[in-house]
């Protein structure tokens, strides 16, 4: 069994609660790929591999959901969710609603 990583050398991650402004209700695939999507258009895909991003949850009746991303790139995120105009050609607005440190208390959040 491989030993676990001293407390120094994890990665910090930060959790990013937001939510999707839109009329229609989209399935948790569909989100992932367009924030992926932004992100690479606009920072690269070195940029995109940097950012450690993952999206936690998504609850698809309130279009709301969780997204991981290390502790130096939550600016780089924001910036990618601020350019989001559609989710699979269907008009769409990214809200982040607040930036957290644990994951138990993003989930409070959303």
């Not at 989100?31 to 920072?43: D, E, G, K, P």
């Not at 895909?45 to 991303?69: H, N």
């Given at each position: ?64 959901g969780i997204l991981k991303v290390n502790h130096k790139s939550v600016d780089t995120l ?33």
């Amino acid at each position: 069994m491989p030993k676990m990583l001293l407390p120094t050398l994890r990665e910090r991650n930060r959790y990013m609660t937001f939510e999707v402004v839109s009329g229609d209700k989209f399935e948790r695939k569909e989100v992932a790929a367009a924030v992926w999507n932004s992100l690479t258009r606009l920072h690269g895909e070195l940029g995109a591999s940097k950012t450690s991003l993952w999206l936690m949850d998504w609850d698809k009746d309130k279009a709301s959901g969780i997204l991981k991303v290390n502790h130096k790139s939550v600016d780089t995120l924001r910036s990618s969710l601020a350019l989001i105009k559609d989710v699979e050609k269907k008009q769409a607005v990214f809200h982040v609603k607040r930036t957290s440190g644990t994951l138990k208390k993003a989930r409070e959040f959303t």
